[in-house]
């Protein structure tokens, strides 16, 4: 299946074009080019400190709470650019949740992290919560963990279930874009590969863009993969292209392992 | 942190009502010299537990406080030790007398001193007591800050147009003057009968023979003396004039407090 | 779809963002009053401080250089008590100031964190006694055991200055330990690796590195003590003649003010004076806030 | 050959005692940072035990509750403890939620540029300015211009002012202590930046910013030289002593101290300085202790930890 098509078949969720981030002189990310296809996983992958994360947080202007970063071109959410002046920040992260590399749950209980976004949003029918809840775990395949300490802490969890309540967190605002950044690296094989399943099972309904540093991960769980280096976008392509017949020197040199 | 603004902004309005009603009751506010502060308060204790329907606040501040307070007004009586001069506005009640004390350390072993001797002391050409009759101890001045009327009625009364050294340790009221002296071996200090004569540990001495008591000062044999004053901005309400009548006529306070009544006094400012 | 430039749950979002601009005007406004503040200070202690030479027509000159401070003449020299501050200052600054920096030091590079549990909580309470309890205790343990030892009336410099020495610690020793421990690791490792001893890392290393902090907590230091008032008057002997000798009783700048405010009449060439002193007090204060601000630059 | 064998020797020896020498320069200087620190502990056992020594026997209920008195002996504290109270809660009341969200401001919000240089530089002055001087700008605003006279009310005004940049510090470093990753979640989900901070930041930060403004509180109850010219030196007599009405002079207990020593007659000034000094001391103690509880208990609650 070729890039374009693949493409079509569905629809473009986001647009990223001529995509510059500095961090005060420092050039983080150079003239990038993205189209993120609705319902599919997007990988983006390179080696550590290409931009990865850098460009991943300009999807949602977390580059907003950043002194000092400075973003230029156009990122698209269904046609609206979300730099524009007329665009506020706020709801573009309502509607394009994150999940961050390390679990980072509140100081609350499972309940209240879950629940945190329907509440600053403006719900609160406890009931409607509480369901609300129940369902955000369950999406997250965290439900039959938890359903009994719902209202303890959510420190007490280990990696693993950290990291699905927070994915649990993001799924209770309803978002359509959720981007993931390495969501996986601090945990063992098999909270991973709990996570991976999940991930398969979100995009049924979700657009996932997922950062990660392991390339078996990127073939398993994506459709589409981007090869970054250096703050270059170097290739997009559907993911079983960019594996098996790359088009850059530089990518294939990546896949064959000659970079770390 | 809302409720906390809210609060605080009600509690803001809240307390702006506060003085009108206040003011509903008959309210009398003095403020001024530390030397007549004693007396003040306790008449006003006095007073206020004969009369429930009058509120008297009695503050400190000193005699200047005083003065410039009742001069704008922003309180109805000032307390001073001196006379305040440059405000003809201000009317004068003169409630008591009091002397003043010249006292020392009991390690001296000095019990009179010449008006001369004082002088010398004071100035510091005398710098050790073997040189004014005592036991071989440096001389430590004590004296009171520069507005004080304590300061202002010793010099007068005894300094003369010698000047005093500005060497000397300085001690803010008659309090501190007397713990000091107590303390200090070799201090020598002034301060008003009201502060010295029910304290241990210091001796009160002669001048030129005559003993600081109440009776030498009625008769003007003993030279350092003055009024009190409590000064209004203008005549007095009629509860003031109350209070005022009811301070300078209470001789059982006053003698307690070290005071001297101006009935009893029969020598005058203008007799110096 | 709705576009994003329209909140999507409108009714919330606009709450939201109503909340946020009350909010961000809130803070801004208490922020503002900081400013306010200080302005007003300033402001006022500039008029009421400048009086002596506006409506008096003193000159400056006589009021920072001359010794005779006698206003019932015209004469407010403030020199005596210009020295007493600087003199009680520097002896704090000289016995504090190394001492605060040796207990900084330990704290940062040599306690163990059970030394550091107990002597954090020690200092809280170092700050926390009022300054008028160092006052007491000073008027009645220290001066007894200065006027003991030496004979003199026990009032004066070194009864100030060991109180104030005393008052700094808490203020250099915090300082002093946070500016240790900005100093990066690799430094001390650096060092500890070549075969240094950990007293060479910390005197050739790390107390170079942490120049500036230093500098920092001993000037925060000279801000506390130069302004200190009960403590110091309690003790100093309040005496208007330069200090003689460590011994000697003088005066400063905060215990002129507090003695003499008191009998001092509005308009008075005395108040003025006094209110030339506190404006003296608060240019000292912000020139130290600049010499901060200008160790610190030279850091970064 | 020899010769190089015997220079090895030679440099050897001469290295062996650089160890010892450095050696022994290093354990001096290990004593010596550990003397002065056991020398500061040391200070405040003798601080507290010496005025424990000396307050003890002054220490009664009778002292504690009754009225000072200004000319005869067996004065009491009662009214100052209650104004040295009446005069923090005011000041806190006003301090707090000024300096809170000043800090907020500062460190949540600010943008680096020339507002919040001139906040941090005002807040950084405000810091400096000595309590003396604080108490004459009180003075002339309070006294002389609102016409106030002595009250508490300006006491507490004035302390409000002289206290916000510690408060400010105080709620900076709360704030700096929670994660980055907090604000990044929360907002990530679609929380607005006052949002993140009234419902994640700030009840993380609450322990460390209530332990804060209670040593402060310590600090304020200890207060002097800013209230001698502001809130006097005075109290009312009778029940009057314990009115709620803010516009009235309030003698505290700190200032009581200073005040008995340097202005009033009584006889036994060394009891009361003694008995006051011990009670505001004790109370020092009572805030640091109450100051960690209380920190560490609305940590656990708001964190759940």
Known sequence: MQLIEAQESTGLKMDVRDLNVFYGSFHAIKDANLRVTEQMVTALIGPSGCGKTTFLRALNRMHDLTPGANVTGTVSLD??????????????????????????????????????????HGERNRDALLSCAEKSLRRAALWDEVKDRLFRSALDLSGGQQQRLCIARVLAVEPEVILMDEPASALDPIATSKIEDLIGELKKDYTVVIVTHSMQQAAR????????????????????????RPKDRRTEDYITGRYG | MHKTAVAAALFLVGTSFVPRIASADTSITAAGSTALLPLVKAAADQYQSQHPDVKIAVSGGGSGTGINQVVQKAVDIGDSDIMAAGHPELVDHRVAAVGFALIAHPGVRVTNLTKKQIQDIFSEKVQNWKDVGGADVKITVIN???NSGTRAVFTKTIMGDVSISSAGLTEDATGSVVTTVKSTPGAISYAAFSGTHNQQGIVELKIDGVAPTDENVQSGKYPVWSYEHMYTNGPPNAAISR????????SELLHKAGYILIRDMRVHESDR | MAAIATPRIGVFATRAHRQEFIAMLVLRAASTFVVVAISALFLYLAIEGTKLFTVDHVSPFQFLFSPVFNPDANKPGSLVFIVGSLSVTLFAVLVGGPFGIAVGVFLAELAPPRMVAAMKPAIEVLVGIPSVVYGWIGLTLLVPLIRTVTGSNGFGLLAAGTVL?????????????????????????????????????????????????????????IARA????LAVQLVIGNAAVLPQGLLGATAALPTEIVIDMAGAQQGSLLEHALF????????????LILAVRFALRKRA | MRDAVLTLEIARAKSARGVRHRRFVDRSATTLLWCAALAVLALLTLFVGYILYLGAPAISWQFLTSPPSEVSAGGGIGPEIYNSFYILGLTLLFTVPVAVAAGIYLQEYARPGAFRTLVQFSAESLATVPSIVMGLFGLLVFVYLLRWRFSAIGGALTLTILNLPALMRVTQEALFSVPQTYREASMALGATRWGTIWRIVLPSAVGALTTGVILIAGRIFGETAALIYTAGVSVAAGKGAYDLNPFRPAETLAVHVWYTHAESVVPDVARIGNGSALVLLVMVLLFNVVARIVGRSLTRRFTGR
């Open chain 2, 144 to 146: 009171r800050p520069r």
């Open chain 1, 221 to 244: 769980i994506s459709d589409i993969t981007a090869f970054f280096l250096l703050g270059d976008l170097i290739e997009v392509g559907t993911t079983s292209e960019i594996f098996t």
């Open chain 2, 243 to 250: 209070f005022l009548a009811f301070v300078t006529s209470n």
């Open chain 3, 276 to 287: 030339s002193m506190a404006f003296l007090l608060l240019l000292i204060a912000m020139a």
């Open chain 3, 226 to 229: 130069i302004g200190e008032t």
């Open chain 1, 79 to 120: 046609g609206t650019n979300i730099y524009d002046s007329s665009v506020d920040p706020v709801v573009v992260r309502h509607r394009v949740g994150m999940v961050f590399q390390r679990a980072n749950p509140f100081p609350k209980s499972i309940f209240e992290n879950v629940v945190y976004g329907p509440k600053i």
């Open chain 3, 165 to 221: 020495s005393v008052m700094i610690l808490p203020t250099v020793i915090t300082l002093s330990e946070d500016a240790m421990r900005t100093v990066p690791n690799s430094l001390r490792e650096g060092s500890l690796a070549m075969g240094a001893t950990r007293w060479q890392t910390i005197s050739r290393v790390l107390l170079p590195a942490a120049a500036s902090g230093l500098t920092v907590a001993v000037i925060l230091g």
